[in-house]
């Protein structure tokens, strides 16, 4: 038997080899020599972070985000807080709306082990902790236990070190408030004697409306004595008869059936070498960090790029099963959905789960779209399959769900980018007619802020009928995000990405339409002012004019901030300004009074100390203004967008401690992917949505940057950013040539760059 088990796992494992999905593979060229997994810095920003922000033992992407917590209540402020000096659980989900499966390491006798259910926290010191990509390392002093973690895509591996002198056990917190949702309906049971398997459901909140069950099987290497469940939590006590030996731990995770999630630890961690996973798991993170090689600098600004590069690949979480397997409650009820398989069996693509897509246009559109094309690939056909399933394309789908997180249809220039880049070639009428449906009525345009039952806070049919979203709507306000300037301004946006896919695929009547609604910005913009505004539904202005009020008429910000959200026409909103010069000179000030607070809001205690932060000009700590500094680019003033990108990294994206790194919002990887592109002087104004895939040249911090390209994707091997003169003080770009041929309008397309070859930037101290 134990031969005929020993046949089957090392089938498994070549399967596992043989058939990851695009995402897995990695390209095969020359890798940096340096070990960049040792650069990451997972601390960072951690007193500020919230539930889904801090990664440890992770994969990219991984359905298993296993990671100690020492909050648990709410969203924000909760799971790894940095001064938060208690361990209180470690959980192996902490994803966008979703978490689950705590478990602690004990110590039990006679005297506390009916008590221990409501009295388990430890301290633990940061002395003793070593955090990596993959890897979380601390010790529990209560219990003088060593506790270590690491994981596969699917499933987590524990490794403890009891005293000798007590009686290990392991608490199953299966029921109670963990991140942003109430645990409930908690069951385990013993299922051999070294075996447990169980489920649990996370409540709806009020972004994910349908309740979402999680299912784990779990596996020991020592065996289990009794399993006690607490009559007043409901959580378990699983006592172990070895104790004084090392105990490994492996939990398998699905949201599909307990089967699938032994058939995920079957076929990904068929084994009990620690280490070795330990070990593969730096290797995935290292291949992932070494598409990107940068030289020059110092060693905190490398440090600091590669976390940022690593933070780009995180949050955004694998939902569906290594056999394809995936929930789906998109629907009336809930069902497991199954994702296409190819001709040997193994899923096409995996299915995510996925904060919103919002402000993704400056982010992951580019830094996907180049370096992780197969990413963007599958997030592509995931958001398909939803719309296949439910019949919308989500923008920020949570276990199966709708969340109608956020505004607007922010998956459309996600999408439409990935067209644009050549990634996404297959189906291409199907997909745009998925996106059209998107932005009529009956899709998820009209739906704002978590309106789940209605489609009235969108202002959508304002939005039709006047050409714009009035402020405020008159059915009245409920739920979050209907301010009718930003929806007016955000719509138009989509609307012209939508006209570019139109137009591609030779839809013109389509195309007419759309970038007629593409001009729709301008109906919320006050000449007399020179400031977009919030309009009734009557036509006036609302209120009196004040720019810096924040979140009157506008999404997470302010007029002086949205105010430059035309991405696709900011020459058209220039005009409106009297010309690029005053829009220049405007949008300057703007800057220069912004640096005095950082260009950002802060975090929320900043801003309860300082109200002068919610009324700052420019913030780079949240999405609606970090387009802002290549703005000057297109205004003719790339000097501008040189200088000012540069004090934006100097002063928002260079802290390298627990206390700082992204001064705000964090969104799943969209401020370390931003922090990614001005450090390598690469933007896309419009997302990457124009027929060309334009980018916009700034100034990188780096002298030398290597973007090692995927083939199976792209037909140049790399390209590289080499910087000449390079400096803190020399931000200023004299020259370019890409392939030894001088250009000079600060752009390249996205065909020259992935076709491999060389930008040379030939850097100066003064603009002159």
């Not at 069951?187 to 784990?216: C, D, M, Q, W, Y």
């Not at 296949?388 to 969340?403: A, E, H, L, M, Q």
């Not at 459309?412 to 070639?425: D, L």
Request: glycine share 8%; charged share 20%; aromatic share 12%.
């Amino acid at each position: 038997m134990k031969l005929h088990l020993a046949i089957i796992l090392f089938i498994s494992g070549l399967i596992i080899f043989s058939c990851r999905t695009k995402s897995d593979q990695k390209t095969s060229n020359d890798k940096p020599d340096k070990n960049l997994v040792d650069l990451v810095y997972p601390l960072l920003d951690t007193e500020n972070s919230r539930w889904f922000f801090f990664s440890s033992a992770c994969r990219p992407f991984g359905m298993v985000n296993l990671s100690p917590d020492t909050q648990v209540g709410g969203a924000w402020g909760s799971g790894y807080r940095y001064k938060t000096d208690t361990v209180k659980g470690f959980s192996h989900i902490h994803a966008w709306q979703l978490s689950g499966l705590s478990v602690m390491p004990v110590t039990v006798n006679k005297h506390n082990e009916k008590n221990v259910f409501m009295n388990f926290y430890s301290k633990y010191s940061h002395k003793t902790e070593k955090v990596t990509p993959g890897y979380h390392y601390l010790e529990l002093d209560r219990y003088q236990t060593k506790v270590e973690l690491t994981s596969t895509k699917r499933v987590g591996f524990h490794r403890y070190q009891f005293p000798e002198d007590q009686d290990a056990a392991i608490l199953f917190n299966l029921n109670g408030k963990l991140g942003p949702c109430d645990i409930t309906d908690g069951k385990l049971e013993k299922t051999g004697s070294t075996e447990l398997s169980g489920e649990l459901v996370n409540a709806p909140t009020i972004r994910r409306p349908k309740p979402t069950k999680v299912f784990f099987k779990v596996e020991l290497n020592a065996e289990i004595e009794s399993v006690t469940q607490d009559a007043k939590t409901g959580n378990y006590l699983v006592l172990l008869s070895n104790s004084n030996q090392e105990v490994f731990m492996k939990v398998g995770i699905s949201y599909t059936s307990v089967e699938n999630a032994e058939n995920n630890m079957v076929a990904e961690l068929p084994h009990w070498n620690f280490d070795k996973v330990v070990s593969e798991s730096r290797d995935e993170w290292e291949a992932y960090l070494s598409r990107i090689k940068v030289e020059g600098g110092t060693e905190v600004q490398q440090r600091r790029f590669y976390t940022d590069l690593w933070h780009a690949l995180q949050g955004r979480r694998t939902i569906s099963d290594v056999n394809g397997a995936y929930p789906d409650n998109t629907g009336k009820s809930f069902r497991v959905g199954q994702l296409p398989l190819d001709k040997v069996g193994k899923p096409l693509f995996n299915h995510y789960n996925s904060d919103a897509f919002w402000g993704a246009q400056w982010t992951l559109n580019t830094l996907w779209g180049l370096v992780y094309p197969e990413v963007m690939e599958e997030f592509v056909y995931s958001l398909m399959q939803y719309y296949k399933d439910g019949g919308i394309v989500p923008r920020g789908p949570s276990g199966g769900n709708y969340t109608y997180v956020m505004t607007g249809a922010s998956s459309t220039p996600f999408i439409v980018s990935a067209i644009q880049k050549g990634i996404v070639k297959d189906n291409l009428d199907e997909i745009y007619q998925a996106l059209k449906i998107t932005h009529m009525p009956g899709g998820i345009m009209e739906k704002a802020g978590y309106e789940h039952e209605t489609s009235m806070g969108g202002g959508f049919k304002y939005y039709l009928e006047k050409g714009y979203v009035p402020f405020p709507i008159p059915e009245g306000k409920f739920g979050y995000h209907q301010d009718g300037a930003s929806l007016t301004m955000e719509y138009a946006y989509q609307d012209w990405t939508l006209a570019q896919l139109a137009k591609k695929l030779g839809y013109e009547e389509d195309y007419q339409y759309f970038i007629k609604r593409s001009e729709n910005y301008k109906n919320t913009f006050d000449i007399e002012t020179g400031w977009m505004r919030p309009r009734e539904v009557n036509g006036k202005w609302h209120g009196a004019l004040d720019p810096y009020l924040y979140e009157e008429g506008f999404n997470e910000s302010n007029g002086a901030q949205s105010t430059w959200f035309v991405p696709h026409d900011l020459v058209g909103l220039a005009q409106l300004m009297g010309g690029n010069e005053k829009a220049v000179e405007k949008l300057n000030t703007q800057f220069e009074t912004a640096e005095k607070l950082g260009f950002t809001s802060g975090s929320s205690h900043d801003r309860e100390l300082h109200p002068e932060y919610k009324r700052v000009p420019i913030n780079y700590g949240n999405q609606p203004s970090i387009q802002t500094a290549f703005v000057f680019h297109q205004l003719g003033r790339q000097d501008l967008t040189q200088y000012w990108s540069r004090q934006v990294v100097d002063k928002a994206f260079s802290g390298l401690s627990p206390s700082s790194g992204y001064n705000g919002d964090e969104d799943q990887g969209l401020m370390g992917s931003l922090a990614v592109l001005l450090k390598i002087g690469l933007f896309q104004m419009n997302g990457g949505t124009d027929e060309f895939s334009e980018y916009q040249i700034g100034s990188p911090i780096f002298d030398k940057i290597t973007i090692y390209l995927n083939n199976e994707f792209y037909q140049g091997e790399q390209f590289v950013i080499e910087t000449m003169n390079n400096s803190s003080g020399n931000v200023y770009v004299d020259k370019i040539k890409l392939n030894d041929q001088e250009i000079e309008n600060y752009t390249i397309h996205h065909n020259d760059m992935v076709n491999g070859g060389e930008l040379k930037l030939y850097m100066k101290s003064n603009r002159e």
